[in-house]
């Protein structure tokens, strides 16, 4: 009795993790996927829009609000240049720069990840060492020092976040290499003599593949976040160049003149990154499922 | 024992990997006495202080001076200031850090805990929607955006706060706030599904059967088994912070030690950037190595064997 009493507190009083329901979880996604599309092409519209120039300074129409004049549809900055070109060609350099890091990401995670569950053994234990160092190096701090001895500049910043951030790519590249190295499709071809590499390639990667891809996109978001915020602190794109990051810290100076400079950006970074986040939403549920039943 | 034994070892490894990393990378940003002399210094007065500096010995009788003098507590002088030790500089600016740092997450964490203990006492839905919803939100705008947002509704606009630099405790308000906020998400996220994991165990239904009442189970008996994984993110989290709430301080002007880094870093300065650097180096070591023995301390299925 008192058993059957407990069970039913449990039911009612403590709420079951609910999951949003497949169609729920399904549009939120989509709906996310769909405004970093729009904030995309709209970037790639801004560049080809007539009016187009992140640069030229206008003192006559400076300060302007967004709305207010057709020639700048989102108003000007301090110095009168358009806000709207500004942030997009602040998107443009931002989003590009993130691609370059999760590209890097994900080859280096991928490579090391196959080498260390395929291989196994000495390998695995080597790149399980170097794994260790790089989470123990905080990626600012090591753009920070590096910074300071070479200068600020983006090929540096994609180097050190490329070369600090490919963790989660290699454990699950590992984990499927692990598991996938004595099935049968994969002992067949070696007993027929085919070599590792060609084995790796053929089999095994294919079904790799697709997980990295998974990662890179919900690695996404992070990598802005990280990047905008080295870039608002000068570690990265050098001004007059605008990334999204630069043209906050940009606006923080003049907030009280003109709010919009320093709204914009930040806008758009919120965007880019909620977007991918509930994007990816639809993926990080079936990711953390057990491997699914491979043909 | 032994376990504390080892762990402590291999923290003394790592901080010594971290000091030469230092070394090598201090001797990569050349020599200093360019920077330390006027614009007008010939290159034999430059050659002559790099020389008196020790710069121009060999390598490995450098790095043998370089270790003593850490062990002494020196880490050189500031190149742009050459009256004051770089240490100095850094170690002056250490508390406003560690203040912000500590206050913010200890807000975070208790908050955090509060709202998850809350959610699963009362079982509402809307409240954990709320949570929810609030920290995809919030995890979703950058810190340094969030800080500026805060300043520009509750400085510029409403005029309630200081919006820059240190004067006093409602300078407090804006910084905390916004490192709390993502604190608290974080947290109340992973206390969320920990908990939801408990509701399940035997444990839960053996105190039900007791006559525990739910909100008794929840508090003294899910909560601290629960409370373990969240252990180990707060422990590396409380760490990072302590050693970088450099992006918030930035916005804020805050007196700490991750604007004295920009700063040096802006300014080429790498004796104070070096200083800097193990000072992050060596909280960040400490901290985890606390943390971990604490784990096995409040954990005794974690062997300490």
């Known amino acids: 009795m008192t058993d059957t009493v407990a069970m039913a507190q449990v039911g009612t009083a403590a709420p079951r993790r609910r999951r949003l329901s497949a169609r729920q979880g399904r549009w939120l996604s989509t709906c996310g996927g769909l405004i970093v599309v729009l904030v995309i092409l709209a970037i790639i519209a801004v560049h080809l829009w007539p009016g187009f120039d992140a640069f030229t300074q206008d003192l006559a129409h400076a300060r302007l609000g967004p709305f207010v004049d057709p020639k700048h549809p989102l108003g000007t900055d301090v110095v009168g240049r358009d806000l709207l070109s500004r942030?997009?060609?602040?998107?443009?350099?931002?989003l590009l720069i993130t691609a370059a890091i999760v590209l890097v990401n994900f080859v280096v995670g991928t490579v090391l990840g196959l080498l260390a569950g395929?291989?196994?053994?000495w390998a695995d234990n080597v790149i399980a060492l170097v794994t260790d160092v790089s989470l123990a190096l905080p990626a600012v701090l090591l753009l920070i020092a590096l910074s300071a001895i070479f200068g600020p500049s983006a090929l540096l910043m994609i180097l050190v976040l490329g070369f600090t951030h490919w963790m989660s790519f290699a454990r699950l590249a590992r984990a499927t290499a692990l598991s996938l190295r004595s099935r049968d499709f994969v002992m067949a071809p070696r007993m027929l003599g085919a070599s590792s590499a060609r084995i790796i390639r053929t089999h095994i990667l294919p079904h790799v593949l697709p997980q990295m891809f998974i990662v890179a996109v919900t690695s996404i978001g992070s990598v802005i976040l990280l990047q905008a915020g080295l870039d608002y602190l000068g570690l990265g794109i050098q001004p007059p160049d605008p990334t999204w990051g630069g043209l906050v810290l940009e606006g923080q100076k003049y907030m009280r003149l003109s709010p919009w400079q320093v709204i914009l950006p930040g806008l758009a970074i919120f965007l880019v990154v909620g977007g991918t986040t509930f994007f990816s939403q639809r993926f990080t549920a079936e990711s953390t499922q057990p491997l699914r039943k491979v043909r | 024992m032994s376990y504390v034994i080892r762990r402590i070892l291999q923290a003394l490894v790592t901080l010594f990997v971290a000091v030469t990393i230092a070394f090598v990378l201090g001797r990569m940003s050349g020599k200093p006495a360019a920077l330390i002399l006027t614009e007008g210094a010939t290159?034999?007065?430059?050659?002559?202080l790099n020389g008196k500096l020790g710069?121009?010995?060999?390598?490995?009788g450098q790095y043998g001076r370089y270790l003593a003098g850490l062990l002494h507590g020196d880490f050189g002088v500031s190149y742009r200031n050459p009256g004051q030790s770089a240490i100095g500089i850094i170690l002056e600016r250490l508390p406003a850090t560690?203040?912000?740092?500590?206050l913010s997450f200890a807000i975070g964490l208790v908050l955090a805990v509060v709202a998850a203990v809350l959610v699963h006492i009362t079982g509402s839905h809307?409240?954990?929607?709320?949570?929810?919803?609030?920290?995809?939100?919030?995890?979703?705008?950058p810190d340094f955006f969030f800080g500026v947002l805060l300043v520009l509704i509750f400085a510029v606009g409403l005029g309630w706060l200081p919006s820059l630099g240190y004067t006093g405790l409602p300078s407090f308000v804006l910084p905390v706030a916004t490192i709390a906020t993502a604190q608290f998400v974080l947290y109340v996220r992973l206390l969320d599904s920990a908990l939801s994991e408990q509701t399940t165990a035997e444990y839960v239904r053996t105190a039900y059967a007791r006559g525990k009442s739910h909100a008794a189970v929840v508090a003294t008996e899910m909560l601290p088994n629960a409370f373990l994984p969240i252990l180990t993110v707060a422990g590396l989290n409380l760490a990072g912070l302590l050693g970088g709430t450099i992006i918030v301080e930035q916005v804020f002007s805050w007196p700490g030690m991750g604007v004295a880094l920009i700063n040096a870093v802006s300014q080429?300065?790498?004796?104070?950037?070096?200083?800097?650097?193990?000072?992050?180096?060596?909280?960040?070591?400490?901290?985890?190595?606390?943390?971990?023995?604490?784990?096995?301390?409040?954990?005794?299925?974690v062997k300490l064997a």
């Open chain 2, 43 to 48: 290159a034999q007065q430059i050659d002559e």
């Open chain 1, 87 to 94: 942030v997009a060609a602040g998107g443009q350099t931002t």
């Open chain 2, 98 to 102: 560690t203040t912000l740092a500590l």
């Open chain 2, 268 to 301: 080429r300065d790498f004796a104070v950037v070096q200083a800097g650097l193990l000072v992050v180096v060596l909280i960040f070591v400490v901290v985890n190595v606390v943390v971990d023995l604490l784990y096995s301390l409040i954990d005794p299925r």
């Open chain 1, 118 to 121: 395929f291989f196994g053994g």
């Open chain 2, 126 to 141: 809307t409240l954990r929607a709320l949570f929810v919803w609030s920290g995809a939100l919030r995890s979703s705008v």
């Open chain 2, 55 to 60: 710069f121009n010995d060999p390598i490995l």
